[in-house]
C-alpha cells in the first residue's frame, strides 16, 4: 500500500526526464543568486548537462579537457578561495581515473567540492563497460568524509543539488543517462541521511537507489496486486545511509533485497548489510551486477540480462517470503 | 608510391569508409567522426603490406602491435578488420549491440585482431611503452603503433607514456596522433589548447614527423622513416579532417558522436563511391 505521506508527495504527471538534465537545469537556477557557484566539466559537458550552466554563466564555467584528475585537484583549489565547485565527467573517469585527487585533494582537506557524475551504471548502455561505472559508489563510501547521494528522479536531482549547496563539505552525486519518469512532485523534501518509505507491507523490505527506483517501484506495484505487500524504501543517501528507518523496517519484515545499478560489493547493499550485520542481523539478497563487467545494449535489455529487473526483483521476493 | 598501389589503397580506404557508415547507421550510436579520420592510415597500415599481420593467426609472435588508444573510434578498426578477413562481414550489423563481440570501445578478449581492449581515453600509449619493453627483451623485430587523439593528448598520462618512451629509447614505438582539431566540446584549440604540439613531443624527447593524414604518399614515407629510426620513439603527427570523406560531417564537431539515419547514410556512400570513380 502507498504510504500516506508517499500519497502526498508522488507526482500524477507522466513526464520523462534523465537525472543529468535535471542537474544542468539546477545548477544554472541556483547560480543565478548564489555567485559562488562554478561549474567544472572535462570536455563532456554537453553530457553531463553543465553546458546549461555554461551557456548562461560563461565566465563561472571552466572546461579542462580531457584531463580528470586536473579537473578534480583545480576544483579543491577553487574551494579553497570560497566558491563552490561542481565538477562533473561520466562517473567512470569521475572516481576512477581521479579517485586519488578526489581523497587527497578534495576529501582529506575537507573542501566544499561536489562532484557530480553522470552516466553511472550499466543503464548508460550502447557503450559498453569502458563506460558503465559499476563500482564509484564503493569508492567513494570507502573515502572518509564524502556524502555519497544516488537520486531516483528529475525532482529527487533537483533536492539533492539545493541540499549539497548548502552543505558544506565533499559530497558525490551519482546521476544517470537515461530519461526516466518523474516519481515525486515538488513538495518532496530530502535529507541526508534519510531515506523515504513509499510503500508500507510485511512481506519483505524492498530498498532502491537511483536509476533502479522507478523499476523496483513497478515490480512493487505487481507484487502488491499479487497480494505480497512490501516496505518500499528509496534510499538517495547512501552514506550516511539512514539507519532507522531499515532497522525498524527489517524488524518487522526479517527480510530485504536491495536493488541498485552497481557491482553489489560495495554499493548500497553492502551499506545495507553492514548496517544489519552489527545492529540487527537480518537476511539481505543484494540484486545489482553480479561482479562483472558491463556490455554494450539497450539500457532496460542490460538491466534484465543482468538479473535486476522488473521481473528478477518480483521473483527475488517471492522465492524469500 | 606507384599509382597502381595508391588506387588499391584508395578503394581499400573508401571500402573502409562505406562500411564505418553501414556499421554506425545500423548500431545507431557511436563515433563517426573520428572513424573517418584516421581511415586513410588505417587503409595503409593494413594493406600496404607494411606491417607483419596475419588475419588467419591474429596473435602470432611476432607480428606488429596495432593499439587504438581512442578506443571510440572502434568503427574504423572494425571496419578494417572485417575487411582484413579477421572477423566475419555478418558482424558489421551487430556493433553496440547485447551479445555482439563489437562492443561500444573495443575488447581484446573478444576480437581477434584487437591487441588491447581501449576506451577510457589516454591509457594506450602507455600500454604500448609495457609492449615496447617486453618485445624488446625478447629481440622481437616487432613495430608497435599507437593511434592517439588531439583531445586525448589531453590527458597528464599521455605525457607520462611520452617521458617513459623517451627514457627507455623505445625506437620500437610509432605514436600517430591524428590531429583533427575537434574534441566533444568544441574545436581543441578552444577547449584545451595544447599547441605547439609538435614542440612538445620533441621537447619530451621524440623524433616528430608531421604529415597529412589523408595523403598516401606522405603516410608512406612518414612511416617508412620511423620504422627505420631505431634510437627512440617516433610520432607521426597526421593533420587530419573529422568526417574526411563525408562532405557534410567534415570539421563538424556535431558529428562525434552522432550517426547518420538512413538517407544520411545513403549519402555518405554515394559521395564515397562516386569520389572513387572520379
Ligand atoms: C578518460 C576519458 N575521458 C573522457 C572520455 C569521453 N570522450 C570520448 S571521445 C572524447 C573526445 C576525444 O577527442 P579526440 O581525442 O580528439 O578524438 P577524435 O577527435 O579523434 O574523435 C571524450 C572526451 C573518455 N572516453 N575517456
Ligand atoms: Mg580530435
Same mark, same amino acid.
Given at each position: 500500500?502507498? %504510504?500516506?505521506?508517499? /500519497?502526498?508527495?508522488?507526482? %500524477?504527471?507522466?513526464?520523462?526526464?534523465?537525472?543529468?538534465?535535471?542537474?544542468?537545469?539546477?545548477? %544554472?537556477?541556483?547560480?543565478?543568486?548564489?555567485?559562488?557557484?562554478?561549474?567544472?566539466?572535462?570536455?563532456?559537458?554537453?553530457?553531463?548537462?553543465?553546458?546549461?550552466?555554461?551557456?548562461?554563466?560563461?565566465?563561472?564555467?571552466?572546461?579542462?579537457?580531457?584531463?580528470?584528475?586536473?579537473?578534480?585537484?583545480?576544483?579543491?583549489?577553487?574551494?579553497?578561495?570560497?566558491?563552490?565547485?561542481?565538477?562533473?565527467?561520466?562517473?567512470?573517469?569521475?572516481?576512477?581515473?581521479?579517485?586519488?585527487?578526489?581523497?587527497?585533494?578534495?576529501?582529506?582537506?575537507?573542501?566544499?567540492?561536489?562532484?557530480?557524475?553522470?552516466?553511472?551504471?550499466?543503464?548508460?548502455?550502447?557503450?559498453?563497460?569502458?563506460?558503465?561505472?559499476?563500482?564509484?559508489?564503493?569508492?567513494?563510501?570507502?573515502?572518509?568524509?564524502?556524502? @555519497?547521494?544516488?537520486?531516483?528522479?528529475? %525532482?529527487?536531482?533537483?533536492?539533492?543539488?539545493?541540499?549539497?549547496?548548502?552543505?558544506?563539505?565533499?559530497?558525490?552525486?551519482?546521476?544517470?543517462?537515461?530519461?526516466?519518469? @518523474?516519481?515525486?512532485?515538488?513538495?518532496?523534501? +530530502?535529507?541526508?541521511?534519510?531515506?523515504? /518509505?513509499?510503500?508500507?507491507?510485511?512481506?519483505?523490505?524492498?530498498?532502491?537507489?537511483? +536509476?533502479?527506483?522507478?523499476?523496483?517501484?513497478?515490480?512493487?506495484?505487481?507484487?502488491?496486486?499479487?497480494?505480497?505487500?512490501?516496505?518500499?524504501?528509496?534510499?538517495?543517501?547512501? /552514506?550516511?545511509?539512514?539507519?532507522?528507518?531499515?532497522?525498524?523496517?527489517?524488524?518487522?519484515?526479517?527480510?530485504?533485497?536491495?536493488?541498485?545499478?552497481?557491482?553489489?560489493?560495495?554499493?548500497?547493499?553492502?551499506?545495507?548489510?553492514?548496517?544489519?550485520?552489527?545492529?540487527?542481523?537480518?537476511?539481505?539478497?543484494?540484486?545489482?551486477?553480479?561482479?562483472?563487467?558491463?556490455?554494450?545494449?539497450?539500457?532496460?535489455?542490460?538491466?534484465?540480462?543482468?538479473?535486476?529487473?522488473?521481473?528478477?526483483?518480483?521473483?527475488?521476493?517471492?522465492?524469500?517470503? | 608510391?606507384?599509382?597502381?598501389?595508391?588506387?588499391?589503397?584508395?578503394?581499400?580506404?573508401?571500402?573502409?569508409?562505406?562500411? =564505418?557508415?553501414?556499421?554506425?547507421?545500423?548500431?545507431?550510436?557511436? #563515433?563517426?567522426?573520428?572513424?573517418?579520420?584516421?581511415?586513410?592510415?588505417?587503409?595503409?597500415?593494413?594493406?600496404?603490406?607494411?606491417?607483419?599481420?596475419?588475419?588467419?593467426?591474429?596473435?602470432?609472435?611476432?607480428?606488429?602491435?596495432?593499439?587504438?588508444?581512442?578506443?571510440?573510434?572502434?568503427?574504423?578498426?572494425?571496419?578494417?578488420?572485417?575487411?582484413?578477413?579477421?572477423?566475419?562481414?555478418?558482424?558489421?550489423?551487430?556493433?553496440?549491440?547485447?551479445?555482439?563481440?563489437?562492443?561500444? #570501445?573495443?575488447?581484446?578478449?573478444?576480437?581477434?585482431?584487437?591487441?588491447?581492449?581501449?576506451?577510457?581515453?589516454?591509457?594506450?600509449?602507455?600500454?604500448?611503452?609495457?609492449?615496447?619493453?617486453?618485445?624488446?627483451?625478447?629481440?622481437?623485430?616487432?613495430?608497435?603503433?599507437?593511434?592517439?587523439?588531439?583531445?586525448?593528448?589531453?590527458?597528464?598520462?599521455?605525457?607520462?607514456?611520452?617521458?617513459?618512451?623517451?627514457?627507455?629509447?623505445?625506437?620500437?614505438?610509432?605514436?600517430?596522433?591524428?590531429?583533427?582539431?575537434?574534441? =566533444?566540446?568544441?574545436?581543441?584549440?578552444?577547449?584545451?589548447?595544447?599547441?605547439? =604540439?609538435?614542440?612538445?613531443?620533441?621537447?619530451?624527447?621524440?623524433?616528430?614527423?608531421?604529415?597529412?593524414? #589523408?595523403?598516401?604518399?606522405?603516410?608512406?614515407?612518414?612511416?617508412?622513416?620511423?620504422?627505420?629510426?631505431?634510437?627512440?620513439?617516433?610520432?607521426?603527427?597526421?593533420?587530419?579532417?573529422?568526417?574526411?570523406?563525408?562532405?557534410?560531417?567534415?570539421?563538424?564537431?556535431?558529428? #562525434?558522436?552522432?550517426?547518420?539515419?538512413?538517407?544520411?547514410?545513403?549519402?555518405?556512400?554515394?559521395?564515397?563511391?562516386?569520389?572513387?570513380?572520379?
Amino acid at each position: 500500500m502507498i %504510504t500516506d505521506f508517499a /500519497k502526498k508527495i508522488l507526482s %500524477t504527471e507522466a513526464k520523462k526526464v534523465a537525472t543529468r538534465t535535471a542537474y544542468g537545469d539546477t545548477i %544554472t537556477a541556483l547560480g543565478e543568486t548564489n555567485k559562488n557557484i562554478v561549474a567544472l566539466d572535462c570536455d563532456l559537458s554537453k553530457s553531463t548537462m553543465t553546458a546549461t550552466f555554461a551557456k548562461k554563466f560563461p565566465d563561472r564555467f571552466f572546461n579542462f579537457g580531457i584531463a580528470e584528475a586536473d579537473m578534480m585537484s583545480a576544483a579543491a583549489g577553487l574551494a579553497t578561495t570560497g566558491k563552490i565547485p561542481f565538477a562533473s565527467t561520466f562517473a567512470v573517469f569521475a572516481t576512477k581515473r581521479a579517485a586519488d585527487q578526489i581523497s587527497s585533494s578534495i576529501a582529506y582537506p575537507h573542501l566544499n567540492v561536489k562532484i557530480c557524475a553522470t552516466h553511472a551504471g550499466i543503464s548508460v548502455g550502447e557503450d559498453g563497460a569502458t563506460h558503465q561505472a559499476i563500482e564509484d559508489v564503493a569508492i567513494m563510501r570507502a573515502i572518509p568524509g564524502i556524502v @555519497v547521494l544516488s537520486p531516483c528522479d528529475a %525532482t529527487e536531482t533537483k533536492k539533492v543539488i539545493e541540499t549539497v549547496v548548502e552543505y558544506n563539505g565533499p559530497c558525490y552525486v551519482r546521476l544517470t543517462r537515461t530519461n526516466i519518469p @518523474v516519481l515525486f512532485n515538488d513538495s518532496y523534501n +530530502f535529507k541526508i541521511g534519510k531515506g523515504i /518509505k513509499i510503500m508500507e507491507g510485511t512481506k519483505a523490505t524492498l530498498i532502491s537507489t537511483g +536509476f533502479m527506483t522507478h523499476i523496483a517501484f513497478e515490480a512493487a506495484k505487481k507484487l502488491e496486486e499479487q497480494g505480497i505487500e512490501v516496505d518500499f524504501i528509496n534510499m538517495a543517501s547512501i /552514506k550516511p545511509i539512514d539507519e532507522e528507518l531499515i532497522i525498524e523496517s527489517a524488524k518487522k519484515t526479517k527480510v530485504v533485497i536491495t536493488v541498485e545499478d552497481h557491482n553489489v560489493i560495495g554499493g548500497l547493499g553492502s551499506a545495507v548489510c553492514e548496517l544489519l550485520s552489527e545492529k540487527l542481523p537480518t537476511k539481505v539478497i543484494r540484486l545489482g551486477v553480479q561482479d562483472k563487467f558491463g556490455a554494450s545494449g539497450e539500457t532496460y535489455e542490460l538491466i534484465n540480462a543482468y538479473g535486476f529487473g522488473e521481473e528478477s526483483i518480483i521473483n527475488t521476493v517471492k522465492s524469500v517470503i | 608510391m606507384d599509382s597502381l598501389k595508391k588506387e588499391m589503397l584508395q578503394k581499400k580506404a573508401a571500402e573502409i569508409r562505406v562500411d =564505418i557508415m553501414e556499421m554506425l547507421c545500423e548500431a545507431g550510436s557511436g #563515433h563517426p567522426g573520428g572513424s573517418l579520420s584516421i581511415a586513410d592510415i588505417f587503409a595503409y597500415l593494413y594493406f600496404s603490406g607494411e606491417l607483419k599481420l596475419d588475419p588467419k593467426n591474429p596473435l602470432m609472435k611476432d607480428r606488429d602491435r596495432v593499439i587504438l588508444s581512442k578506443g571510440h573510434a572502434c568503427p574504423v578498426l572494425y571496419s578494417t578488420l572485417i575487411e582484413k578477413g579477421y572477423i566475419d562481414r555478418f558482424n558489421l550489423k551487430t556493433l553496440r549491440k547485447f551479445g555482439s563481440i563489437l562492443q561500444g #570501445h573495443p575488447d581484446m578478449k573478444k576480437v581477434p585482431g584487437v591487441d588491447m581492449s581501449t576506451g577510457s581515453l589516454g591509457q594506450g600509449l602507455s600500454v604500448g611503452v609495457g609492449m615496447a619493453l617486453g618485445l624488446r627483451l625478447d629481440n622481437s623485430p616487432a613495430n608497435i603503433f599507437v593511434i592517439i587523439g588531439d583531445g586525448e593528448s589531453e590527458e597528464g598520462q599521455i605525457w607520462e607514456a611520452a617521458m617513459a618512451a623517451a627514457h627507455y629509447k623505445l625506437g620500437n614505438i610509432i605514436g600517430i596522433l591524428d590531429k583533427n582539431g575537434l574534441q =566533444i566540446d568544441g574545436f581543441t584549440k578552444d577547449i584545451m589548447n595544447s599547441e605547439p =604540439i609538435a614542440d612538445k613531443w620533441r621537447a619530451f624527447g621524440w623524433k616528430v614527423i608531421e604529415i597529412s593524414a #589523408h595523403n598516401f604518399d606522405e603516410i608512406e614515407n612518414a612511416i617508412g622513416k620511423a620504422k627505420e629510426f631505431k634510437d627512440g620513439p617516433v610520432m607521426i603527427i597526421a593533420n587530419s579532417v573529422k568526417g574526411k570523406g563525408v562532405s557534410f560531417m567534415e570539421n563538424q564537431c556535431g558529428w #562525434h558522436g552522432k550517426t547518420p539515419n538512413p538517407e544520411e547514410r545513403d549519402k555518405a556512400i554515394s559521395e564515397l563511391t562516386g569520389a572513387l570513380k572520379k
